[in-house]
């Protein structure tokens, strides 16, 4: 169905839902690169102000990408929980983005909301919304996982400890890992992407994180972030895998272009389930996502790259997944051009996925040809810190040699903790107060651990 | 008055000798919580080299030269970018050869066995300084088992599926692109091999399999070009390329 308004007798139309989003979206490269974004600031406020009067119900007659082509929006569709949808059934977009921000409208009214919002309808309210009504609102919103440890509690902040390294040298990566332990870093996952995607190769570093958790005693999870076909081979032959990873993206074409679809993810969520290795909770999987998938495969349907990555988050949610991670800066300036750009990437990705009720995290990132710096970063980080985010990364001097991308740092999680009051997960703090990296404030302080764990792996 | 020594601004990590192991950016040290300035400088520095090799030129003259002793015909293309700034912004023109470049594949087309394509990608000065090395090691290795070899192409503003478009048109059973990684930090001037089996234009990212960080100090040229040797075979022997065809080399060693 058409939609239209009028600004000074300038009559905007927009032919149907998927292109009253894409012109509603804050400017971003990747949306004019696909050409579908506004082609002018009125343009994008009459847009918006027409969304504002699109009835939430509308996303649920109306689908971006057909039912009969597209296994996500059959996903979307059949698992929509009408009940749950029942106490905003009957507000607009715009209605429902001051209803989220609301005094009633607390942390446990959304979680009983999750399974009653689509992928659209928080892609379509995120559009209406600005950066402080983000950040708002996802600070309400709790979403704890457990693995190993807790993650996600209210007033906590857990790291991805991410010791890559070029040529998977398992030294390499050990004096990484050392390195971001002692400086207090790991408690969301200890990851690593590796090089190449050789099952011999992954299965020597699941065995190498394997020992050194279980060797010092460590309350948290492993993860060689290799494709699902991988992880899938190594646990029929026996491979210690904690957590089973892969990109997933929010078309069932993009999905194809990454050699994925439901009913892999299924057979790769069984398996992983079926290990049995989590001691306080059974959320097994790692997303990751990204805004630019779709277009970047040339599988986007005319969509704009936000709501996209939004539908990915019902892919998501289907697995109850430990940890799910928007990289939001990787993916370059022709999707995500500079610092503004990213940053109000990260915060919808954030958004988003907190009301539809993920475990978000943020890669808070960017690459050699983005126009963004360490500034940038900064600010991000901040925000994300207040907004409540789950994970980030810790990366050794922000500088990923392996995926040649510059995110945050060991230091970085020490000054958003020490900012913001925040701290480790409960299991994870207690481990680096007696094992002496820490104190009881999350200070770091003189440890023995170091020579151990030097004799230990080297 | 006893006189204090003043309490250390910066603070070291004595875990200094784990540097040996890695090129990581590992026992910084610390002021505060935070990341001593020198360190920071460091890192502005390598940030610095990345920025502007993001904005490096292909050498073709130097190529020319350089690749001359391996003894093949060489083709040099270009995309439809028309410069870095254009090329930054419109992915989709990097995969496209330009009208003159499309015409001169046409011409050179010839039903042979794999096609090598060098790419600026993200860092020109990669190819530049070590295209040749790779390609000392891996040709030899190609034609010693009579694999049949296509002209070898040079492209300029270019993104890895330009190779589909060159070695579909050149009639080619299979493409080795050799790119240009996006620089990090450490390393700004590292090659990415992508490898495709009956490339043609419109294939995407799970039909290729990647060999990356190749460079002096990552996986170096003896070895990439092993690797890539390697799963060029698999891939015939197989029929395919892509997520389906994993390196099993590493079981094979041990």
Sequence with gaps: MAYQHTIHQQVYRFNDLKDLLAKATPFRTGDALAGICAASYEERVAAQITLADVPLKTFLNETVIPYETDEITRLIIDSHNSQAFQPIAHLTTGEFRDWLLNEETDGLVLQQLKMGITPEMAA??????????????????????????????????????????????????????????????????????????????????????????????????????????????????????????????????????????????????????????????????????????????????????????ARAYSVARKYNPLLVNTVVGFIGPEYLYDGKQIIRAALEDHFCGKLLGLPMGVDICYTNHAEADQDDMDNLLTLLGVAGCNFIMGIPGSDDIMLNYQSTSFHDALYLRKVLGLRPAPEFEQWLIKQGITDEKGKLAQTQLMTRMIDHLF | MEKREPAAVKINDPWNSLKQFTDARIALGRAGSSIPLKQELEFKLAHAHARDAVYSLLNNEHLIKAISPLDLPLLQLHSQAGNRQQYLQRPDLGRLLDNTSSQLVK????????????????????????????????????????????????????????????????????????????????????????????PKPGLTDESRNCVSNIRKQGLSFHLAAEKIFYLIQEAFKRKLSGVELKDNAGLLDS
């Design chain 1, 124 to 309: 379509a309210v995120s559009k209406l919304m600005r950066n402080q009504d983000l950040i708002a609102v996802a600070k309400k919103c709790e979403v704890v996982t457990c693995f190993r440890n807790t993650i996600g509690l209210k007033g906590h902040l857990s790291t991805r400890l991410q010791p890559n390294h070029p040529t998977d040298d398992p030294k390499g990566i050990a004096a990484s890992i050392i390195d971001g332990l002692l400086y207090g870093s790991g408690d969301a996952v200890i990851g690593i992407n590796p090089a190449t995607d050789s099952p011999a190769g992954v299965m020597n570093l699941l065995n190498l994180i394997d020992t050194v958790r279980q060797q010092f005693d460590i309350p948290t999870q492993s993860c060689v972030l290799s494709h699902i076909t991988t992880t899938i081979g190594l646990i029929n032959s026996g491979a210690p895998v904690d957590l089973c990873f892969q990109s997933i993206a929010g078309t069932q074409q993009t999905n194809t272009s990454f050699g994925v679809n439901l009913a892999l993810l299924d057979e790769a969520y069984d398996a992983t389930l079926s290990l049995n290795r989590g001691t306080k909770g059974n959320n097994v999987m790692y997303f990751e996502t990204g805004q630019g998938s779709s277009l970047s495969a040339n599988a986007h349907h005319g969509v704009d790259q936000q709501t996209c990555e």
């Design chain 2, 107 to 198: 011409d050179y087309a010839n039903a042979n066995d794999i096609c090598i394509i060098l790419a600026d990608g993200l860092s020109a000065g990669a190819i530049n300084d070590h295209a040749a090395e790779l390609l000392e090691n891996l040709i030899p290795l190609l034609k010693g088992v009579n694999y049949k070899l296509s002209p070898i192409c040079l492209a300029g503003q270019a993104r890895v599926a330009i190779g589909d478009e060159i070695a579909y048109g050149l009639q080619a059973k299979f493409s080795v692109v050799l790119i240009g990684e996006r620089p990090g930090l450490s390393a700004a001037d590292s090659i990415g091999a992508y490898l495709t089996y009956y």
